[in-house]
């Protein structure tokens, strides 16, 4: 199924309706995702109605914001036959610069789909830090802290877990951004070797994906039963010290 706000890590939000399907005896479409499967349940993945709800879902999505850098959205958009030019030359666009306001994570409301993600692993799914939320309404809805302030003046701890379940890549570790906006990162040439955290005794693993004999980011096992690809503060972004050994 095509999913968008569906996380491995993470309870459905059962946001974004690109997963909706056909069940029998259902009047709507229901969220793939999030419904549970019953005995005898007659289920269509793949007709007229889903592939229609699924066009107009991702329409408005690629319209308003930049999908360049979430995997498969091109693949999709072009299954369901998405026409995001037919809003035209002046439809509304979520342009906005980066925010690069801290060391570690970089926001970028431009390629923001409002899927909840960061918001479930911030809040009461993972890290319990509860910094960032969504503000506003309609167009204007931004995931933020609060008041809007950097991300310096919030309650954020740097784990880093909202960039690690951001489908879209609007939220992204520093050194990944800078390689991005100057066109050296390539991820085909980067290697990922996983090894034990050695900060404290809880042994979480760590994958550091390296390029050019630098680290671009650090991520956990996601299938991992006692981390579930979430880190703290050190084993995220305490790296320096294999990277700088001069
Ligand atoms: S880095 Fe951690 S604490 Fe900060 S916004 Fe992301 S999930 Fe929340
Ligand atoms: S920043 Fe990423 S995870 Fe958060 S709502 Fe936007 S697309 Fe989803
Ligand atoms: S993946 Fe099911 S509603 Fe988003």
Same mark, same amino acid.
């Given at each position: 199924?095509?999913?968008?706000?569906?996380?491995? !890590?993470?309870?459905?939000?059962?946001?974004?309706?690109?997963?909706?399907?056909?069940?029998?005896?259902?009047?709507?479409?229901? +969220?793939?995702?999030?419904? *549970?499967?019953?005995?005898?349940?007659?289920?269509?993945?793949?007709?007229? #109605?889903?592939?229609?709800? *699924?066009?107009?879902? =991702?329409?408005?999505?690629?319209?308003?914001? %930049?999908?360049?850098?979430? +995997?498969?959205?091109?693949? #999709?958009?072009?299954?369901?036959?998405?026409? +995001?030019? #037919?809003?035209?030359?002046?439809?509304?666009?979520?342009?906005?610069?980066?925010?690069?306001?801290?060391?570690?994570?970089? #926001?970028? $409301?431009?390629?923001?789909?409002?899927?909840?993600?960061?918001?479930?692993?911030?809040?009461?799914?993972? &890290?319990?830090?509860?910094?960032?939320?969504?503000?506003?309404?309609?167009?204007?809805?931004?995931?933020?802290?609060?008041?809007?302030?950097?991300?310096?003046?919030?309650?954020?701890?740097?784990?880093?877990?909202?960039?690690?379940?951001?489908?879209?890549?609007?939220?992204?570790?520093?050194?990944?951004?800078?390689?991005?906006?100057?066109?050296?990162?390539?991820?085909?040439? &980067? !290697?990922?070797?996983?090894?034990?955290?050695?900060?404290?005794?809880?042994?979480?693993?760590?994958?550091? $994906?390296? &390029?050019?004999?630098?680290?671009?980011?650090? !991520?956990?096992? $996601?299938?991992? +039963?006692?981390?579930?690809?979430? =880190?703290?503060?050190? %084993?995220?972004?305490?790296? &320096?010290?294999?990277?700088? *050994?001069?």
């Amino acid at each position: 199924m095509p999913t968008l706000c569906e996380g491995d !890590t993470l309870r459905p939000k059962n946001a974004c309706r690109v997963c909706v399907v056909e069940v029998t005896g259902s009047r709507t479409l229901v +969220p793939a995702c999030s419904r *549970r499967a019953e005995a005898g349940m007659e289920v269509r993945t793949d007709t007229g #109605r889903t592939r229609h709800s *699924r066009k107009v879902v =991702l329409e408005p999505l690629a319209s308003s914001v %930049g999908l360049s850098t979430t +995997p498969k959205a091109a693949g #999709r958009l072009k299954e369901y036959e998405a026409e +995001p030019g #037919r809003f035209g030359p002046d439809a509304a666009r979520v342009d906005e610069e980066p925010r690069v306001d801290n060391d570690p994570c970089v #926001r970028d $409301h431009g390629r923001c789909v409002l899927c909840y993600k960061c918001v479930d692993a911030c809040g009461e799914q993972w &890290q319990n830090a509860f910094a960032v939320s969504v503000a506003g309404r309609g167009f204007g809805a931004r995931i933020a802290v609060e008041h809007d302030a950097p991300l310096t003046d919030s309650a954020c701890v740097y784990c880093g877990n909202c960039i690690e379940v951001c489908p879209t890549g609007a939220l992204s570790f520093k050194p990944e951004f800078d390689m991005r906006a100057a066109g050296t990162r390539d991820e085909s040439a &980067q !290697t990922g070797t996983t090894t034990v955290c050695a900060y404290c005794g809880v042994g979480r693993s760590l994958t550091l $994906h390296v &390029q050019d004999n630098e680290i671009v980011k650090v !991520t956990s096992p $996601h299938d991992n +039963p006692v981390t579930r690809g979430n =880190l703290c503060i050190k %084993g995220r972004f305490g790296y &320096q010290h294999v990277q700088n *050994r001069d």
